[in-house]
């Protein structure tokens, strides 16, 4: 019988939504290859001064161990922008240059865009060594495969979506009352600040029926915690386990992200898995997946369009049930793991 390839999986670990892929892309892939996962590196926790060293220390520890790991038959690397890319570009380049593997390069993050148009000859540098060194660049959606076609060249860049298990979420699509989500981190970025003034401004609006649950820790816990305080129908959950989280997901009608900046995120397509209608923003690879019948899209930062946008959700439940059916047969066809996993196994194949 003819051995398996070994893939390395390389990333960070407590990342969100790229930990998140890299668990799934193992899970999926470990009974048709040999799946090994590199995941030495964390993301750290303080501020300042205190998070740049523990952010260079466990680089450094990283890229040290790195070169101690079985070769393998290919290497599959992880990277978003700025710190993230510069330890890809290790693995990426050892791994080509040293164990002469085919290298995939995988780009997530929310500011990969403004990355590329820095104006530092330096990065730019960088950037031309690494994507002149991998076999193919993974991007997730078209938006991305037009910018980073710029310097890989067309034929290495291939278009691959973030994806979900639709099986494991089982949607209930409740309308009495219409149920808001937002599972996130409870970061400026993520847009929690203006859907809790959004939540105040409803609150403050006569005749709607609707309650709220926000799950996810960060710095602006607090507030959430003081405005689930005030009102009966809104809860804060704080962190959710993987299977909380979907179960949550799986009981709400309106899955709301009026984030700053993504790439594709995972979140609003675990939304979508459990089928809720879709409000958030206009940014990165969002537009091509949120058109009109699966929700709508608000200007990043404006709290009070964010609330007119769920007052009008919340005043026509039907039309939120119709988007949220709608969103659960996109997932099912389009984004599942399934697919998505036949996708990177023909890729490697190729690559090999």
């Given at each position: 019988m003819k051995p398996k390839q070994t893939l390395l999986i390389v990333g960070p670990k407590g990342t969100g939504g790229i930990d998140r892929y890299i668990t799934e892309q193992r899970r999926y892939l470990?009974?048709?290859?040999?799946?090994?996962?590199?995941?030495?590196?964390?993301?750290?926790?303080?501020?300042?001064?205190?998070?740049?060293?523990?952010?260079?220390?466990?680089?450094?520890i990283a890229v040290v161990l790195f070169p101690f790991q079985r070769r393998p038959d290919i290497v599959h690397v992880h990277s978003s922008h700025t710190y993230s890319f510069y330890r890809a570009a290790f693995f990426t380049l050892f791994s080509k240059y040293v164990?002469?593997?085919?290298?995939?390069?995988?780009?997530?993050?929310?500011?990969?865009?403004?990355?590329?148009?820095?104006?530092?000859?330096?990065?730019?540098?960088?950037?031309?060594?690494?994507?002149?060194?991998?076999?193919?660049?993974?991007?997730?959606?078209?938006?991305?495969?037009?910018?980073?076609?710029?310097?890989?060249?067309?034929?290495?860049?291939?278009?691959?979506?973030?994806?979900?298990?639709?099986?494991?979420?089982?949607?209930?699509?409740?309308?009495?009352?219409?149920?808001?989500?937002?599972?996130?981190?409870?970061?400026?970025?993520?847009?929690?600040?203006?859907?809790?003034?959004?939540?105040?401004?409803?609150?403050?609006?006569?005749?709607?029926?609707?309650?709220?649950?926000?799950?996810?820790?960060?710095?602006?816990?607090?507030?959430?915690?003081?405005?689930?305080?005030?009102?009966?129908?809104?809860?804060?959950l704080g962190f959710l386990s993987e299977e909380d989280k979907r179960d949550l997901i799986s009981r709400g009608t309106v899955f709301v992200l009026p984030t700053y900046a993504e790439g594709l995120p995972i979140a609003m397509l675990e939304g979508m898995a459990g089928g809720n209608a879709i409000v958030t923003t206009p940014v990165g690879s969002i537009p091509e997946v949120i058109t009109d019948d699966r929700g709508i899209l608000v200007a990043p930062g404006d709290a009070e369009e964010l609330a007119r946008a769920l007052a009008r959700l919340v005043s026509n439940p039907e039309e939120a049930v119709r988007m949220g059916r709608t969103n659960r047969a996109v997932i099912e066809e389009r984004y599942s793991w399934q697919s998505n996993a036949d996708e990177l196994v023909a890729m490697y194949a190729e690559a090999a």
């Amino acid at each position: 019988m003819k051995p398996k390839q070994t893939l390395l999986i390389v990333g960070p670990k407590g990342t969100g939504g790229i930990d998140r892929y890299i668990t799934e892309q193992r899970r999926y892939l470990e009974d048709r290859m040999d799946v090994r996962v590199y995941t030495r590196y964390t993301a750290p926790k303080g501020e300042g001064l205190e998070l740049a060293a523990r952010m260079l220390l466990s680089s450094l520890i990283a890229v040290v161990l790195f070169p101690f790991q079985r070769r393998p038959d290919i290497v599959h690397v992880h990277s978003s922008h700025t710190y993230s890319f510069y330890r890809a570009a290790f693995f990426t380049l050892f791994s080509k240059y040293v164990w002469r593997v085919p290298v995939v390069l995988h780009i997530h993050g929310s500011s990969f865009d403004d990355f590329l148009a820095t104006d530092s000859r330096a990065v730019r540098r960088l950037q031309s060594l690494v994507f002149d060194a991998v076999d193919d660049v993974v991007v997730l959606s078209e938006y991305w495969r037009g910018l980073v076609s710029r310097l890989a060249g067309e034929e290495k860049v291939h278009v691959m979506a973030n994806a979900v298990e639709p099986a494991e979420y089982d949607p209930t699509y409740p309308t009495d009352p219409v149920h808001l989500v937002f599972v996130s981190n409870l970061i400026e970025r993520k847009g929690i600040r203006e859907f809790l003034d959004a939540i105040e401004i409803l609150e403050s609006t006569p005749g709607l029926d609707f309650e709220v649950s926000i799950g996810g820790r960060g710095p602006h816990a607090d507030r959430a915690e003081a405005v689930a305080a005030a009102h009966d129908n809104v809860s804060y959950l704080g962190f959710l386990s993987e299977e909380d989280k979907r179960d949550l997901i799986s009981r709400g009608t309106v899955f709301v992200l009026p984030t700053y900046a993504e790439g594709l995120p995972i979140a609003m397509l675990e939304g979508m898995a459990g089928g809720n209608a879709i409000v958030t923003t206009p940014v990165g690879s969002i537009p091509e997946v949120i058109t009109d019948d699966r929700g709508i899209l608000v200007a990043p930062g404006d709290a009070e369009e964010l609330a007119r946008a769920l007052a009008r959700l919340v005043s026509n439940p039907e039309e939120a049930v119709r988007m949220g059916r709608t969103n659960r047969a996109v997932i099912e066809e389009r984004y599942s793991w399934q697919s998505n996993a036949d996708e990177l196994v023909a890729m490697y194949a190729e690559a090999a």
